[in-house]
């Protein structure tokens, strides 16, 4: 768990570079390599931190179409319709939300024509009842 203020400025630091040496990221917070690697330890063991990535600008190899889908889905299918969205390879991401949607799915895609196709394979899945969509235009603030 992050427990205080070194915590949060290490974990800062890594989510901007996360390649980034340990005596690197002694020397931009004031103390010890030892103290770092340690802390590193710890928040790998309790779960703060879960692994280390990589972030693609925006080039050719990354989806130039992203969009937001709310899925509202029939009673009691949920589970089975979860488990055929995790099928498609263009599905980054899929919450339990509450409101007018039941999940929101995020997409990414290499093109416009790639995005209608999997809203149409979305929503003629059984168990959907309804979808809507929102393309993202731009991307303000990521720091995921």
């Known amino acids: 768990m992050i427990q205080d203020a070194t915590d949060r400025a290490l974990v800062a630091l890594l989510r901007t570079n996360a390649r980034a040496s340990t005596a690197?990221?002694?020397?931009?917070?004031?103390?010890?390599?030892t103290t770092v690697v340690a802390r590193l330890q710890r928040l790998e063991r309790s779960g703060a931190i879960v692994g280390y990535?990589?972030?693609?600008?925006?080039?050719?190899?990354?989806?130039?179409?992203?969009?937001?889908?709310?899925?509202?889905?029939?009673?009691?299918?949920?589970?089975?319709?979860?488990?055929?969205?995790?099928?498609?390879p263009e599905l980054t991401q899929l919450y339990t939300v509450s409101g007018e949607s039941d999940l929101i799915a995020v997409l990414r895609a290499d093109s416009t024509a790639r995005l209608d196709a999997l809203l149409d394979e979305i929503g003629e899945t059984d168990g959907v009842r309804k979808t809507t969509t929102s393309v993202v235009l731009a991307v303000r603030v990521d720091r995921a």
């Open 24 to 33: 690197d990221l002694a020397r931009q917070l004031g103390i010890a390599r």
């Open 53 to 88: 990535t990589v972030r693609l600008g925006q080039d050719e190899e990354r989806p130039r179409v992203m969009a937001h889908v709310g899925i509202s889905v029939e009673p009691k299918r949920s589970r089975e319709l979860v488990l055929r969205l995790q099928a498609i």
